[in-house]
């Protein structure tokens, strides 16, 4: 069936596609219509050709929103990236590893991720970074510390929401968990973790940063065997980064200092 002509005028045209979008809520097209038909017009672009501009300009403007959307609710507490980090400034850092890492394979996969390293030598950088690059490939991800993780755990097994907010954790594709190791967890506090690594475990990837190496988080995990059972599940399969023990966010300030001095 041939769709019936209109014979409208340009001004009723206009008016026509200002309503359509809103209507068909094609924002994009509405937004950019008169510049992709100026463009089109100097160029003698085909009806076809035109519409798939007006077309993919919505679809890549989509794209980008749902990035946009899924990197909010991640909560990351700062924006960083990979193009930002300074490889140079750290060497135990292989820059080939990490753009392997940001084509998020691992994260497709299930598989776990560990950041293993002192203060001030990009870890969080790298785990933020990572994940805002899984988030902006489709994937869901949530970033939290992992103290502030623990207490959430507790107030809700003193709910008795535990199960719902396990399940919560257990639903993203990638759960990203800041400063392990900063501070001991009591007994409970140990199983409540265990069990979000657990609920996750070869379904969903789990990314940790931690100050200290894996033989010293017995200072985080005091039970010995839940300690093992932990570390096992963060590794198992999963690439493990090591940082160092240089800081060099200390070094670019003390350089900072010294150009300072010497001005």
């Known amino acids: 069936m041939t769709a019936k002509r209109r014979g409208l005028t ?12 809103k209507a068909l ?12 038909a100026t463009d089109a017009a100097k160029t003698q672009m085909t009806y076809r050709g035109f519409l798939a501009e007006l077309l993919l300009a919505e679809c890549d403007d989509r794209a980008r929103r749902r990035s946009e959307r899924r990197i909010k609710a991640a909560a990351f ?9 300074d490889f140079d400034a750290n060497p135990n850092i292989d820059a080939a590893v990490i753009h392997t890492l940001a084509k998020c394979e691992w994260v497709r ?10 203060s001030g030598t990009g870890k969080s950088h790298l785990l933020i970074a990572l994940g805002t690059e899984a988030a902006m490939a489709g994937f869901r991800v949530k970033y939290v510390l992992a103290t502030k993780l623990v207490n959430e755990l507790v107030e809700a097994a003193d709910e008795k ?11 993203v594709d990638l759960l990203c968990i800041d400063e392990l190791g900063y501070m001991e967890l009591d007994k409970q506090g ?3 973790m265990f069990q979000v690594l657990t609920e996750r475990e070869e379904k969903n990837s789990v990314a940790i940063a931690s100050n200290e190496s894996f033989g010293g988080w017995t200072k ?42 010497a001005g």
């Open 190 to 192: 140990a199983e409540l």
């Open 220 to 261: 985080t995990f005091t039970d010995p065997r839940l300690c093992t059972a932990i570390v096992d599940r963060l590794t198992f399969g999963g690439n493990i980064i090591e940082t160092g023990t240089d800081s060099f966010r200390l070094a670019q300030t003390r350089a900072r200092n010294e150009r300072k001095d």
């Open 109 to 118: 996969k299930g598989l776990p991720l560990c950041l293993i390293g002192d």
């Open 25 to 36: 809520r094609l924002p994009t097209i509405r937004s950019q219509f008169e510049e992709i």
């Open 161 to 171: 929401q535990l199960t719902k907010t396990i399940a919560r954790y257990g639903r």
């Open 10 to 21: 340009e001004q009723a045209a206009d008016t026509a596609i200002e309503g359509a979008c």
């Open 77 to 85: 507490p700062r924006q960083k990236s990979i193009r930002e980090f």
